[in-house]
Every structure is written in structure tokens, then in C-alpha cells.
């Protein structure tokens, strides 16, 4: 199709659509012209109605006969022949409707007591609206509506559509003549104006298809100054410029595209190196904050922990002396005497401060006493027993795993962390909840373990939950440190999670914790497994058992070496004492004939326990030596006994427990010959 054509096709449709709209928006004006005439004439005829209406009801009121229904209905039946009497053009008229859907006036005697509550028009006169357009048998009807409210009529003056846009649509043939006559001028004005503009389209175009058959030195001739007459300057420009240039483009085309080739190829490995590269670093960088917030925390536990375990280590000595006295007052009292009360009670503040010196104990690491396979569905059973006698308000459900694996632990460690847990548990439910404890065996990776500075290996996990508060993140970053505690004075130390923590850590294990608020605890605690049969988890205790034999007591501590000494005696023993290491070592070359057993200090300034042990046995190789410390059964302790010392006890001990540790000892196999007295 030619330029001309297409030009014809295009602005013809828009020309005959420009008229049509023309004419149709004359003919919308037009209308709403007669509308807004038609609707003030109705509302002329509306007023004149309600005037009527308004004068029946002031004329009732004037005589007083407002409430006798026989005026009433008078004075409506001379307002609706008033009203019906009003002109509202040919075919219009105005009628009133009671609320209730009755026609009462209608200048037709036929339509008065019609219902029309059903039309769907009626329902719009509650909406008290002003216009209202409805349809009869004749076709839509446009009514003004007015509300007589003493009547509880609804008034409309109302005319045809038909005979308000009469006018209208006999305008619309003429209408219609105007438009086609208009487009058949605008139509042949539109072909003149095209075929004059596609002349100097034409050339372009014939000039432009030879151009890009590549005839270079095509030119068009175009003379005039209009914008055609410029195109085809400068196309005649470009035309030559495109000569002159091409065979250089032609020469360079291949030789830049293989340029580019390369350095793509460049940008892309240079690319993939580079996020490498941004990615080994955030992960660098990453394991460094880490690595440095552990090594921090790290740092921080230990010192800490060094702290806790020589206070530990000096209070259980003080609480030794206690205990050594107080068991040989009771001694000396007799079971039956008046003030053995008091002696309860000063064991029971003994054996509270041992309690605190455990925790210290446990935090820093250093507390693990005797250790055994156990099994841990009795172990948490147990625990479970002592905690719920008197926690009733709160409800306690297991699931214990039927296979569950041995764990090598001190048992009375791992209840102590299990009690803390319980308590932690139920003081996170004051309106009281359920704690839930349960038991399986897990095998954790490297990638599992490593944020807990663990090991891969199998192990038991123990996981206690509460339905309690919860706790916020900044919380959940503190819990495990010493003293740090939400409780009031009179409900926490802040030592119970503290001594949970370094006790498990201590067995080779880690805690994990997860909590949110208004969701609940959970705290997970994991032991390496042994898979090995449990060892029954409590013994009997037994009476004090006295014995014969020479003893020596070596502690740098006096008041330890007088109270030992004595109860040593009172148990039936010869007694000697060293205040120290070396002060042992001169003793025992003295009198190592007579000595049948040697109970050793561990931390002593002059010589530790361990080289003290090391040069006794060097006298005498098979010599029999009980280990007492501060501490408890690890590190330097743990060492010693795997050289060959017979035995440990924990300071403060009572009479009972240095009694069975001594008997056990002395009643092991006879030692060899014992060496010479040396003078």
C-alpha cells in the first residue's frame, strides 16, 4: 500500500470520528440542557404541591384538629384534588404515596389505593433522595420527590422522558445530515493536502530503498526549504560521510571484535575471581569475630575460674577445720547429749558451704569427684524424684529412650546440674507449667560441634523444657556467666547455670540453649557416650570403722594437721604430722618402718602433693598414700592417682568418710618389705 493510501486510511476514520463526536456531544449537552430545565419545572410544580399540603396542615392546626382522623382525612382529600389539578405539561402529573406503599393521590381516580411497596423505585424514597427516575408502561419517568412529614406522604411531580427530550430527537435527523456533509468536505480537503505531502515522500523513499541496496551515490533532489527539503540535505550529507567511512569500518569490524572477545573473556575470570575472593573474605572474617568472641569468652571463663577454684580450694579447708571439730565434739558428747542438735546444725551450714564450694568447683572446671558408667534414664529418674516431692504445682512428663547409651560421669555432678536445670526450670513458671525431660543418643559431626569447641563423637543428649517466660537474646548471651542472675537475692546466686556449664564442659560435654519469649526453655545437655553397661548409681553409707596402724598426715595447714591428727586418734590410729613436703620425706626416712599410710596434701608451698608422692616413692616404691585436696578428683589430682596413689578425698570430709577411706586402703594387698630406718 502506498504512502497516499495509508495516509487516506488513517486520517479518514479519525476525521468521521472527530464529526461523530462533534454531533454526539452536542446531542449529550442538549439533553442535559433539557434535563436540568425539565427538573427546575417539576420542582416549580413540587413547591406548589407542598405549599398546598403545607396550608391543610396549618389550617388543622389553627382550629385544633390535628388529632381528629375525620379533619384529617378531609383536609388530605381537599389536598389531593388541589394537587392533582396542577399542570405538569401534557402527559405529567403530580401523586403523593404513603409510607406504608399506597398511592393516596393521582389525578387518575383509577391508580389511588394502588400498592407499589414492591417496585424497587419505591424502596429509593426512604433514602430521602431529591430525583428519582422509575418506569411505567410508558416508558422512564423523571420525578421530583419532596417528604410531608406530618402526613408521612412522599410527593412526586413527575413527567416522561419522552416528552422532556421531544425536542431532542427531532433535532436528530438534522444532526445526522450535518455530520455526513461535514465529513464528505473535511474528507476531499483530506485527499488534497495528502497527495501534495507524498510527492517528497516519494523521492525519499525511492532515494532511501537505493541507498540500501548499497548504491552509495544516490542523491536526492528535493530544492524546497521545508523539512522535506532538509531531510534530503542531510540525507545526501550522510550519504556521502557513510562512503567514505565504510571501507574503514570494514577494515577495523573484525579486529574490534575480536577485541572485545578477549576482554570479555578477561572480565569474566576476573569477575569470578574477584567474588571468590569477597566471599573467602566475609568468611574469614566471620571465623575471625567468631574465633575472637571465643577466645575472649575463653580467656574470660578461665580467669574466672582459676578465682573460683582457689576460693574453693581455701573454704573447703576452713570447713574442714569446722567438720574435723564437730565431729570430735560429737565424739566426745556421746549420741545422746543436749547439744548434738547444735552440732546438726552446724554440719548442715557445713555441708551448705560445700554445696557453694561444688558450684565454685563446677564452674571453674574443677569438680569432678568419682567417676563411673552410668546410665542416664536412672540418673535424671532419680533427680526427677528428689525435685517433684516437693514441687507439686508443677507437672513433670519423661520420654526416655529404651537403648539409651552409658555415660562415664561423677553421678553426684550430673545431679547437681540436673537439679539446677529443674529449679532453673520451675522458677521460670510462677503460675506453674510442665517441665518435659527426655533422652536419645546423638552422633555429631565436626560441623555440629565446632560452635561448642567439642569434638565429633556419640553422644547422650538430655533435653529439660519448660512452658515458663522465656528469655530475650541479651539473656540467653549471659546465662552461663558467674553471678548473673534475673532472680532476687533470695532466690538465685547466679552460680547455678555457671557450675551447670563448667561441669559439663569438665565431662567433655556442652549445653545448648534455645528460648523465646512467651515460648518456653529448652535446655539441651550432651555427654559422650561410653556403650557400656551402667554401674548402680548410690551406696549405702556405712558407721565410722576404727582400725590400728601408724599414720602419716601431711598438710601445711595447722589447724588441718591438729583436727586430723585428733580424728585420725579418736578412729584408733598412731598419728604423724608434717607441716610440708619436704618436712614428709625427712619424716618418712625416719620412721617409714612404722608408717602404714600416708595422707597427702596436694597444693602445699614448699613441695606439691605430686613431687612429694613422686619422692616417697622413690623410698619406697609400694608405698601407700590417701590424696586430701581442696580441690577435687582433676587435672594435677587425676594425674597423681594414675601413678600409682591408692586413693582420694575430698576436703571438708567427716569422720564416716575418712574413716571408710582409710580402711579400704590399709585393707588392700600387704606391701613389700618396708625400707630401713635412716637416722
Known sequence: MKIYSKILVTTLPLAFCLVLATVGTAYHFSRAALTEMAKSWLDARLSEAMKVLVSQE???????????????????????????????????????????????????????????????????????????????????????????????????ASDPEHEIYGVARRMTPYLFGISIAGFLVMAGVLMLLTRWLAVPLRQLTVGAEKFGRGELNTRIAIQSQDEFGRLASVFNQMAGQLQGTLTELRHSHQQLEDRVTERTSELFHANARLRQEIKDRERMSREKDKLQDQLLQAQKMKAIGTLAG??????????????????????????????????????????????????????????????????????????????????????????????????????????????????????????????????????????????????????????????????????????????????????????????????IRNHGGFIDVQSQIGQGTTFHVYLKALHTERVDITHPPHPPRKGKGTILLVDDDALIVDVGRQMLQALGYEVLTADGGRAAISTYRMYGEKIDLVILDMIMPDMGGGRAYDELRTIHPTIKVLLASGYSLNGQASEILERGCNGFIQKPFNLQALSQKVKDIMEESPRAEKPERRK
Open 58 to 156: 396549618t389550617m388543622l392546626r389553627r382550629y385544633r384538629l390535628e388529632t381528629i382522623p375525620a379533619s384529617i382525612t378531609k383536609a388530605q382529600l381537599d389536598a389531593g384534588t388541589i394537587i392533582a389539578g396542577i399542570d405538569v405539561g401534557e402527559k405529567g402529573c403530580i401523586f403523593a404515596i404513603s409510607a406504608s406503599g399506597r398511592i393516596v393521590v393521582h389525578p387518575q381516580a383509577g391508580m389511588v389505593g394502588t400498592d407499589v411497596s414492591a417496585k424497587t423505585w419505591f424502596k429509593r424514597l426512604a433514602t430521602k433522595s431529591r430525583q428519582l427516575i422509575y418506569e411505567t408502561d410508558q416508558g422512564p419517568n423523571l420525578a421530583m420527590v419532596a417528604y410531608f412529614a406530618p402526613w408521612d406522604w412522599y410527593v412526586l
Open 310 to 503: 582457689g576460693i574453693a580450694h581455701d573454704f573447703n579447708n576452713l570447713l574442714m577445720g569446722i567438720q574435723g571439730n564437730v565431729e570430735l565434739m560429737a565424739l566426745d558428747l556421746g549420741p545422746n547429749h543436749e547439744q548434738n542438735a547444735r552440732l546438726g546444725t552446724i554440719r548442715e551450714c557445713i555441708h551448705s558451704g560445700t554445696r557453694l564450694t561444688q558450684q565454685l568447683l563446677g564452674f571453674a572446671r574443677l569438680g569432678k569427684y568419682e567417676v563411673k558408667a552410668t546410665n542416664p534414664n536412672e540418673l535424671v529418674d532419680k533427680c526427677i524424684d528428689m525435685f517433684g516431692r516437693t514441687r507439686q504445682e508443677v507437672r513433670i512428663l519423661t520420654h526416655f529412650s529404651s537403648d539409651i547409651w552409658a555415660v562415664n560421669v561423677d553421678q553426684g555432678q550430673i545431679e547437681q546440674v540436673m537439679l539446677n536445670l529443674l529449679i532453673n526450670a520451675w522458677q521460670a513458671m510462677p503460675d506453674g507449667g510442665t517441665i518435659t525431660l527426655a533422652t536419645t543418643n546423638e552422633t555429631l559431626d565436626r560441623q555440629q560441634v565446632e560452635l561448642h569447641q567439642a569434638n565429633p563423637d556419640n553422644y547422650v543428649r538430655i533435653s529439660i523444657s519448660d512452658t515458663g517466660i522465656g528469655m530475650e537474646k541479651t539473656t540467653l548471651t549471659r546465662i552461663f556467666d558467674p553471678f548473673f542472675t534475673t532472680k532476687t537475692m533470695k532466690r538465685g546466686t547466679g552460680l547455678g547455670l555457671a557450675s551447670a556449664y563448667g561441669i
